[in-house]
């Protein structure tokens, strides 16, 4: 088997073990705050949002540090170092003894994990380009098989046997993704076209200035902050539908797992499509249904409608991100393959950060159906900007520009 395959295959079991570790919190996580002692429910949404939002505010500044350590001394190391991160963190986050505790340690959380960036640059840099579509969609149903049966295995251990415990759960799971990692992939040296590696800031300049690039940041953040702006409020909003809540973490969870799942089936299809058809319609298709989706979140009468409606969801947000990885990688210079990347994934964290924020604002001063309204017009938003904006280059040009660098390297 290749090497490439190898990777990606043992880091797709290892990111789905892990993302099902950190999916266990999510239907609870506003329950768990009350239990911390927030009971006013304006409160309570907007620190649902801020405790969510935690780790994204110190990864945001991480991130591009630590992909340019894994520059220097390997991306396998940083995967590896990550997932410990993790499950650390993990451990620490079980012993909060009240919200202020628990916000610090989503911080730290932030600041010394990052698997899914980490897994990202090595899967992206070590595989070819026309097969990068494939990996990283493949990579992403990792991600999104993990939001299907994390928030359902999680929301029944929380009605079974309490808060706390998960979080300990988590930890084991990332503790053993680690050790899979170390012993099963290997990390194969990437060529260089310049002896020094270029800084954070001047890829940070490059994402800026490069006008593609910089639609793809664009875009990164606005979806990104779209798509999280209702997560850590959902299981509130599941109350709305005054059902009956003895079991309300549970069918949190399974209403998540509906749209996780079709994530899991529809991730590398568009990976695919991406590969033999190019990124920008494939994009704009799947930006525009994801906004639909959530815009008919606000008109849903019903959980039975609700759960058709979140497969509908799930299936066209599955061709998002991968997508805006995979086209930071093609327009990123040679050199700097694994630098851009770390910055595609720390606009990514900058958007997982916005959204939850103001989407507990939001749903705090205006109420929850407002913000599927917010969140959906941004998703339009970044649908009519790669329409009228982004200029897409044939694979074979950025086959092409690489050889041309590599050539350029030996001489």
């Known amino acids: 088997m290749e090497y490439w395959k190898k990777n990606l295959y043992v880091l797709w079991g290892t990111q789905f073990l892990t993302m099902i570790g950190m999916n266990l919190v999510v239907p609870f996580l506003p329950f768990y705050i009350r239990d911390l002692g927030i009971s006013n429910e304006k ?47 993990q451990v620490f986050i079980g012993f909060s003894q009240n919200v202020y505790q628990l916000f610090f340690f989503r911080m730290v959380q932030g600041a010394i994990s990052g698997f899914i960036p980490a897994a990202l640059t090595l899967v992206s840099t070590s595989t070819p380009k026309a097969r990068i579509g494939y990996a990283l ?52 040296e990437q060529p260089r076209v310049t002896s020094n590696a270029p800084s954070v800031l001047q890829n940070f300049r490059l994402m800026l200035t490069d006008k593609q690039l910089r639609i793809v940041a664009i875009v990164i953040v606005v979806s990104q902050a779209a798509g999280l702006m209702i997560e850590p409020l959902f299981a509130l909003f599941i109350e709305t539908f005054k059902t009956n809540t003895k079991y309300i973490s549970t069918l949190t969870g399974l209403t998540f797992a509906v749209a996780g799942i079709f994530m899991v089936i529809s991730a590398p299809w568009w990976g695919r499509r991406n590969d033999r058809l190019g990124y920008k319609r494939n994009l704009i298709i799947a930006l525009t249904g994801t906004g639909i989706a959530y815009s008919l979140h606000m008109i849903v009468p019903n959980l039975i409608l609700l759960s058709f409606l979140r497969a509908g969801l799930g299936f066209a947000r599955g061709g998002i991100l991968h997508a805006l990885y995979s086209m930071t990688s093609l327009l990123a210079p040679l050199d700097r393959k694994g630098g851009m990347m770390g910055i595609a994934a720390s606009l990514t964290v900058l958007g997982n950060m916005i959204g939850p924020l103001s989407g507990g604002m939001i749903a705090g001063q205006a109420g929850l159906t407002i913000v599927f309204g917010v969140n959906s017009l941004l998703l339009l938003l970044c649908s009519l900007i790669v329409w009228k904006y982004y200029v897409e280059k044939p694979i074979h040009d950025h086959i092409n520009e690489d050889a041309e660098q590599v050539a350029t390297m030996v001489e």
């Open 137 to 188: 969609g493949l990579l992403q149903s990792a991600t999104a098989g993990g939001i299907m049966v994390g928030p359902a295995v999680g929301g029944f251990l929380a009605d079974i046997i309490g808060y706390r415990e998960i979080f300990f759960i988590t930890a084991g799971l990332c503790f053993i993704g680690g050790v899979v990692v170390i012993k099963l992939v290997h990390e194969v």
């Open 43 to 89: 409160e309570l949404a907007q620190w649902s949002g801020l405790v969510f939002a935690g780790p994204f505010i110190t990864s945001f500044i991480a991130t591009p540090l630590w992909g340019s350590l894994g520059d220097k001394h390997g991306r396998k190391l940083m995967v590896v170092r990550a997932i410990f991160g993790l499950a650390l963190s």
